[in-house]
């Protein structure tokens, strides 16, 4: 079998792989990424790019490039299940845009390219290999051949069905941990620059959105966590019937929906596994590292990105891959996350009933100091650091 060797390699080039491909290369190494697909090429999400991934976007100086393919948003209007409704505007403007996946996330992969990362797509790797108790290589078919490619670190960034996190045994699999979310789009829809979320009685705790495009078209899904999916009724028709009966769903009716609806799974349950084994790194959804309830995951997936390009460098500079150096990395993840988790997970269970998220909406409506927690809650990165 061919063997290839590097000392990095990245698998997964989306918004997690592409940007810690860049950050490996900030910190002097000569990254491999590649990916299964042949970019672009299309990712279910909400396409939301928010605050903290235009922060790192503006860090590696990709920033201005999202602006002019993107459509920004001024920040959410949220709905109860008695249709109160709530405008929650972000603290600063250009800092959150929607943009289609296949179109955001082959630009980042340009970007890294453009700045050296070496990209080869059409590589699907299947397995792990280990020696000596640290995993060493992995074994992939490139453009129909198989390989061997052989480093000193990979950073898995392989998503939410990652199969190096399957390899290594570390893929939490959590009824509770784990969203069950899809989304299509609709042309010609007439929106205000604001995300819309809409907590509806049937798909509590979770909602439906509608995310605004550039050229009137509008990203629209829903989801909620696995263990309350109410088996019998796909994700689709909760949708279609929310659109049909749900006042906030009129401007969809008699539009034209384009594509398939697609669904997906979203893990967030990166507490619970440490995400590394010697010679390897889980980021992103590989590392389950989704927000709960707000199914942020883009952002989260570049800052551990960043994270992992931090942690590989001191592995080499102190020759060391083993855990002695690696576990650096779940302990300055959780420094990060692990406080914003807990307090969206506690707002989560909260809203497992229509009476609690309508009294929640109302409180927040009707008293300006809980409105500007709640906006401090919900747009963390724009606070973080000046308090
Ligand atoms: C319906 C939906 C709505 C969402 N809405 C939002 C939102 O609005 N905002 C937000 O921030 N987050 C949202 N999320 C979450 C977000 O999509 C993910 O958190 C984000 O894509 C994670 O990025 P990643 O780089 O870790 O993984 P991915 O984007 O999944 O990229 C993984 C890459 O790995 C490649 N790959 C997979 N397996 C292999 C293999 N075996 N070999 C080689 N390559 C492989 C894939 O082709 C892919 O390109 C949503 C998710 C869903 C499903």
């Known amino acids: 079998m061919k063997t290839i060797e590097r000392d990095v390699i990245i698998v997964g080039a989306g918004p997690g792989g592409s940007s810690c491909s860049a950050y490996m290369k900030r910190q002097g190494f000569d990254p491999l990424l590649l990916d299964k ?16 991934t235009t922060k790192l976007l503006a860090e590696l100086g990709w920033l201005e490039g999202l602006r002019e393919i993107g459509f920004e948003n001024y920040g959410i209007t949220m709905t109860s299940p008695d249709y109160t409704k709530l405008v929650v505007e972000a603290p600063n403007r250009g800092t959150r845009y ?24 059409n590589v699907w790797v299947y397995d792990v290999i280990w020696e000596d108790g640290k995993v060493c290589g992995v074994k992939a078919k490139v453009d129909g051949e198989y390989v061997q490619i052989r480093f ?15 390899k290594i045994k570390m893929f939490p699999d959590n009824d509770n941990d784990v969203a069950v979310v899809g989304r299509c789009y609709y042309a010609d829809v007439d929106m205000e620059p604001f995300n819309e979320i809409h907590f509806d009685k049937d798909v509590l705790p979770g909602y439906v959105w509608l995310f605004p495009e550039k050229d009137k078209l509008c990203n ?22 929310w659109i049909e009966t749900s006042p906030f769903g009129e401007k969809l009716r008699g539009k034209r929906r384009i594509g398939e609806f697609r669904g997906w799974r979203i893990p967030s349950g990166s507490q619970a596994m440490a995400n590394v084994v010697p010679g390897c790194i889980l980021i992103g959804d590989a590392g389950s590292m989704v927000m709960p309830l707000t199914g942020e995951g883009i952002g989260p997936a570049m800052v551990t990105g960043k994270l992992a390009s931090e942690v590989t460098r001191e592995a080499f500079d102190e020759n060391d891959f083993s855990l002695n150096v690696l576990s650096r990395y779940p302990e300055r993840r959780d420094k990060i996350y692990g406080p914003k988790y807990q307090s969206i997970k506690a707002m989560e269970n909260a809203f497992s009933s229509a009476e609690a998220v309508d009294g929640f ?19 963390y990165e724009s606070y973080e650091g000046k308090e």
């Open 361 to 379: 909406v109302h409180k927040i409506a009707e008293n300006p100091e809980v409105k500007a927690g709640f906006q401090k809650q919900w747009y």
């Open 152 to 166: 000193r670190m990979v950073i898995g960034a392989d998503g939410s069905h990652s199969i190096i996190a399957k």
């Open 37 to 52: 697909d042949v970019f672009p090429r299309e990712k279910p999400c909400g396409d939301c790019q928010s605050g903290v």
């Open 220 to 241: 629209v899904g829903l989801g909620f966590n696995r263990d309350l999916y109410k088996e019998g009724k796909t994700l689709e028709e909760y949708l279609d019937s």
């Open 98 to 121: 929607d943009t289609p996946r296949r179109i955001y996330d082959h630009y980042c992969v340009k970007r890294a390219v453009a700045e050296g990362v070496e990209f080869r797509e």
